[in-house]
């Protein structure tokens, strides 16, 4: 099965990047990367090495936002691109917006190549 994804990340994936990033820094800092991020180019990695470098888990089918994409992408719609941040004090790979999506991609094709916008 193909996926199929947006050009670039849409207008409500960057304040839902933000409220999360807003989690674990300033609402300054937060705001500042998702400003880095919008101006970032689009690039791929391999779903199964985000996961890696992120260290999370894969959250399981029963999961409703997990569902809501996979669903998506059976009925061939664009997912949106990742946004992505590399935390250069501990070198931890933060998943910005995206993570269900990235769980979804990954129960179709863990090679599979996910567009992503990171700094």
Same mark, same amino acid.
């Given at each position: 099965? +193909?996926? +199929?994804? !947006?050009?670039?990340?849409?207008?409500?994936?960057?304040?839902?990047?933000?409220?999360?990033?807003?989690?674990?820094?300033?609402?300054? %800092?937060?705001?500042?990367?998702?400003? %880095?991020? *919008?101006?970032?180019?689009?690039?791929?990695?391999?779903? *199964?090495?985000?996961?890696?470098?992120?260290?999370?888990?894969?959250?399981?089918?029963?999961?409703?936002?997990? %569902?809501?994409?996979?669903?998506?992408?059976?009925?061939?719609? +664009?997912?949106?691109?990742?946004?992505?941040?590399?935390? *250069?004090?501990?070198? *931890?790979?933060?998943?910005?917006?995206?993570?269900?999506?990235?769980?979804?991609?990954? +129960? !179709?094709?863990?090679?599979?190549?996910?567009?992503?916008?990171?700094?």
């Amino acid at each position: 099965m +193909k996926i +199929k994804w !947006f050009d670039k990340p849409q207008k409500h994936d960057y304040p839902a990047a933000t409220s999360y990033l807003s989690l674990t820094m300033s609402q300054g %800092e937060a705001e500042s990367i998702i400003d %880095e991020l *919008k101006q970032a180019d689009i690039t791929e990695f391999a779903a *199964k090495d985000i996961f890696r470098a992120s260290e999370l888990s894969l959250l399981g089918v029963s999961n409703s936002h997990v %569902e809501q994409d996979t669903a998506q992408i059976i009925r061939g719609e +664009k997912l949106s691109p990742l946004l992505l941040y590399r935390n *250069k004090i501990n070198g *931890k790979l933060i998943i910005a917006d995206g993570y269900h999506r990235l769980c979804a991609v990954y +129960k !179709f094709d863990e090679d599979a190549m996910i567009p992503c916008k990171i700094i």
